[in-house]
Structures are given as C-alpha cells and as structure tokens.
C-alpha cells in the first residue's frame, strides 16, 4: 500500500510539474537576444537520405542573434505552437519533460541586429543525434548575448520532427539514426556512419553558403553586411559534436570547433584538424568498457595533432551526457533527480552543467574567433570549479 501511495504521489507531482510554468536560463552576455526561423531549399544538390532519388535538399534554419531591442521586450515562443503540435510527448516522456508551451525562452522574435558592433562572428550548431535544434536553445541564447550569430539546423529524415512553416511534417527515418549505426561493428558501422556523416557535414556546408548570400544580400535588410563569415566557428552535441569535428576537418571557412562529448568518426580520425579545436566532455571519469576507450584513444589522436596553441580537452566533473541539451533545465522532479544521483547518472545539477557548459562554449570563441586573451588559468575559473583539464 504504502508502494502504491508512494507511486500515486509521484506520478501526481511530475503532472503537476508538467503543467506548470519554467523559464531556460538567463543568458549571460550583455547584448539581448533575436530569434529568425528560415525554409531553405538547395536547388543546387539532392538529399542523399531523402526517401525519393532526386528531392532536394530542405533545412529549417534556426538563427539567434545581439539584438537591438530591449531586455524587457516580449518573448518569442520557446518552440512555435504549430512546432509543438506536431511532435506532441506522449506517455512516460510526457510526465518527464514539460509543457513546451509552458517554457519560456529570452529570445524576441524578428528583432533588429544590435548596431553595437558593424558584424558579429558566426557559429554554426547542431544538437544531438536526431534531436531538433531548438533543444539547445539554452547554449544558443547565452553564446548570442555574448556578441555571436548563432545558427542551428534541422533537416528532414535525420531530425526526429521537422515542421516548415507551411506546416508539412517530416519525419526521421529509422536508417538514417546515428545512434543505430554506432550500435553496428566493423565496415558496416564505418558504412552508415559516413553515410549520415557526410550529409549532416553537407547540410552545414549549404547553410554557411547561405548566409554567404544573406549577408551579401538580405530582402529585409536585418543580416545584410551583418554577418562576418571570415570568422566561423562550428560546434555540436554528441553525432553533433562529431560532425562539427568533421565539418573542421574538410572545410576551411571553419575557424574553430567544439566536440561536446561526441565520439568522432569519419576521415578527422586518421588526418585530424588543423585548426584551433575543443574537446568539452560530460563525466567519464567510472567507464572502463573497451568501446568507451577506443573512442577516448580516437579523441586523444585527434587532439595530439592540433596545434598547440589551439587545442582544449576538458570534462566537466559530475556532468550526465544527455542534459547538455535544454533538458538538463527542464528534467524534473526532485525525486527523479535525486534517484539519477543515487544511481551514479548525475553528478551536479542540470542547470549548473549547462552553465559550465555556456561559459566553456563562449570562452573558447571568444579566444579564435573574436581574438580575446585566454589561458587554462582563465577558462578554469574559480567560478566553475567542475572543469577539469584531461590532457
């Protein structure tokens, strides 16, 4: 009975949770932030893992950016409704995640670029697996208060739901999951692997062409002259992390990168980076399994072989894989999170990660794209005692 009850009040709390209102955290940065949603279709190339030979390829195109208006301006949507009703969570993930509409992000939608600065450096991001981007709005809003374009991608059949402003749905495609390729051994993992990897890398290099266009020419004058595409940098969570490793590796107009506790693969494995390049990791500190340290031996080589006044590899102590993304601020429940402590699966606090996280992220491009002073000395804060150097 008293298991019963115990039951009962849980699953009454995380309903309640669930309906009940939270904001993402503050960005850190002085600029407020703008948000912009594009359609983009590459008239030029096929999709390779669209299901019809031939179709081209469609991104929806996330971009956050300094803002002119006011910190007190009225908030966009954190995930437009149309968005949200088409992926609806369902069932146990319903009680474990929250409300979209019940979020609330600190982005403003279609605002002016802020006139401080004539450009802003760009970085392009990509989430996790096949998650979508507005998952890491979070990363996103604080590196764009610091002074960045921000720009995020989903893209049809690779991304779990992809709804364009038209309102068609596409869906991913169980072949085209990352994370089933890296569940298969030898040549054939290496196969599908570099298949999806080569169109993700492709997907990246479309948009930075994009906004090559953009900011040569924009219709509504908001990114025209705005965006400085000499100075790039890329990074990305999990498959997104071994993309941004990737897309570093074959295509110059990256200036820096960051591997947020993604397993590399492709080419970058054996020929490496030449460019200045991150390697932030969530706690690994307990894995002994030999898939776990081939991938830390392929980082290792990879990381040997940047330049020496360009290269980090840090972990975040205490730091859970999964909740780099917008879910280590929306997972609740005190009684789920103290039981993922209890099982050893989280070490700190969701928020506190992704607050290391941000600072980390806006650090390292603050040194290689905007050319500011840094050192171990000053990425190791004594504000963020959790980094810690693994190399």
Known sequence: MLGVLGVGVLLGSL???????????????????GRAIYDWTDEAHADMLAPVPGAKRELLVWIWYPSAAEQSAAMDDYVPG??????????????LTRDLSNVHAHSIRDADVSPRQPSYPVVIMRAGASSEVWNYSSLAEDLASHGYVVVGLDAPYRTRAVVFP???????????????????EGPEQDRCVNRVLTAWTGDMAFVLDRLERL????????????????????????FGGAQAA????????CKAGIDVDGAPFGSVVTEGIHRPFMFLMSDHSHESDPEAGKILANIQSIYDRLPADGRLFIAIRGAN??????????LKSHIVMGTLRMLGMVGIDGRRQLAVTAYCVHSFFDAYLKGASVSRLKISSPLYPEIQYLD
């Open 82 to 95: 149309q968005m949200r009703a088409a992926a609806p969570a369902g069932g146990l993930m319903g009680f």
């Open 166 to 184: 038209d309102g068609r749905v596409m869906r991913r495609m169980p072949e085209n999951n990352p994370e089933l390729c890296e569940a298969l």
């Open 246 to 253: 990737q897309f570093c590796h074959d295509d110059s107009r």
């Open 15 to 33: 309903w309640l949770e669930h309906r009940t209102g939270i904001a993402l955290p503050a960005p850190t940065g002085p600029f407020a932030v």
């Open 321 to 330: 894989h999964f909740l780099f993304s917008d879910d280590g601020a929306l």
């Open 215 to 238: 900011n040569a020419s924009d219709a509504s004058g908001k990114f025209a002259g705005r965006l400085d595409t000499t100075r790039v940098g890329v990074f990305g969570h999990s």
